[in-house]
């Protein structure tokens, strides 16, 4: 009589996988965790933009009871990327990823209010620093301001810039500049006013008032 003993091996495969992605501020930790199912022995190997990643002050991995981590400490911009985890055994392997994300959300300082000359342009510029691309909204009273003959807007690298032409007293009130990109959004705003009449020094001078957005 003879026995035959077969032993059937599966290969790994993910019961839970890693969240597809993950939006942090720098100084944050990302978490990562994935569980695995498969015949032992299973070998766990994590990538970043397909380079294996090493144990180190900034990355700690553990595989236990199936459950496969990543931890990264303190996140910096540039940990932003893809990031990967490969389950290997002798009868096959099995993978997931993941997108991380790192951007600061940014911060605003608000303006004291200013006054505009009547017939003259307002210049209202904003300074951003911070992970490009960039999106931005300018708003009057809470409504969105569109380009037009009345309202010109431009962009210069860091400088995102509103005109205001000849302006008049409809065109008092709250303006606000609102700038956001993948990590968040921040705003600052100003109250312009208007005076009717001006000195013979301030002849030929445009008022210009300043934003200074950091994300």
């Keep these: 009589l003879v026995l035959f003993l077969i032993s059937l091996r599966t290969p790994p495969s993910f019961l839970k996988k890693v969240d597809p992605s993950y939006l942090l501020t720098p100084g944050e930790s990302a978490h990562l965790q994935c569980k695995i199912k498969g015949s032992p022995e299973i ?3 994590w990538f970043k933009n397909n380079k294996e990643i090493r144990e180190s002050n900034t990355y700690r991995m553990s595989f236990v009871n199936s459950v496969a981590v990543l931890d990264i400490f303190d996140v910096k911009v540039e940990d932003s990327g893809s990031y990967s985890c490969e389950a290997v055994n002798d009868a096959g392997s099995d993978s997931c990823s993941t997108e991380i994300i790192a951007n600061d959300v940014g911060r605003s300082w608000e303006l004291k209010p200013a006054e505009v000359v009547k017939g003259f342009d307002a210049i209202l510029e904003c300074e951003v ?7 931005v909204t300018w708003l009057k009273n809470n409504k ?3 380009s037009s003959k009345k309202y010109a807007m431009s962009d210069k690298e860091s400088v995102f810039t509103l005109v205001v032409t000849n302006c008049d007293f409809s065109d008092a ?3 606000q500049c609102i700038i956001s990109n993948d990590g968040g959004s921040c705003s600052c705003s100003t109250r312009v006013s ?3 009449q001006f000195s013979y020094h ?3 001078k445009t008022p ?3 934003f200074l957005l950091t994300f």
Excluded at 129 to 135: K, L, N, V, W
């Design 173 to 175: 009130g709250e303006y």
């Design 208 to 210: 210009t008032f300043s």
């Design 202 to 204: 301030d002849r030929g």
């Design 194 to 196: 208007l005076k009717g």
């Design 144 to 146: 969105e301001i569109l």
């Design 129 to 135: 620093s911070g992970t490009p691309p960039f999106e």
């Design 43 to 45: 070998q766990v190997t």
